[in-house]
């Protein structure tokens, strides 16, 4: 069985600014992220199960105990460089193709992961108020081998990355430092490259929701989608969108 190392993702994390903490099992770790008083420049948590993990808006996200990702990194630093939840897209897949550059992974706006049509990760940003600064708290969930699956779900398990979670892990934490430490990273350019849905037609679901359908164009120097109504172009800042084909 391929279980979270300790040892192995705390030795290969930058040391004295990484704490780590990993449980058998936890509410969220979010939620966790939450709970603690931050000891260190970052501090990493992980899961082997979640008993009530979740996305955005509120929504559940499965996290049974079958070596897949569940994993949140905290932080007071200023991440206002860059739009965090584009970013760690970005920086999920270029570490899953790091371990291996066979596999096809697009990013749909604004948080989740895509394999063949099919969601395979999503990531989860929350603020959180903490001695007078502000906690970045980054959820990133990826399926590497779920059984029960939605319609809409998907897995990585044809890929065998269970055996490299570890690696992973290790690979999205340092990669996303990276980022922090240097704030110079060409997001917009790799993230347009990477979404399945640039120039096709999505629905948007508005906070009355409404649905409403749209062209989608492009994201501005916030991360906001950029999208073409029957009334013009228009910025779109929150909710969710669905796209014909995959979800």
Known sequence: MNKLNFENIDNNLPKNRVKVDIFEEIDSTNDEAKRISLENEFHLIIAEKQSKGRGRHGKT???????????????????????????????????????????????????????????????LIEKEHYQNRVKTIIGIGINLNIKK???????LSKFNLENKRNDLIIEITNNLIKVFDEKDFDWQNEWRQACVHI???????????????????????????????????????????????IY
């Open 199 to 245: 120039n096709k037609e999505i629905k948007i679901h508005k906070n009355n929701n409404k649905k409403e359908n749209a062209i989608f164009k492009d994201v501005d120097n916030f991360g906001n989608a950029i999208i073409e109504t029957t009334s013009g172009l228009e910025v779109f800042s929150s909710g969710q969108i669905t796209i014909k084909g």
């Open 149 to 155: 699956k939605e319609s809409w779900w998907g897995d």
């Open 61 to 123: 996200w499965s996290s049974p105990d079958s070596h897949n990702i569940y994993m949140t990194i905290c932080t007071q630093n200023d991440l206002s460089f860059a739009p965090e939840s584009l970013i760690t897209g970005i920086i999920c897949k270029k570490s899953i193709n790091n371990i291996n550059k066979n596999i096809n992974i697009g990013l749909k706006w604004p948080n989740d992961l895509i394999l063949n049509k099919k969601k395979i990760g999503g990531i």
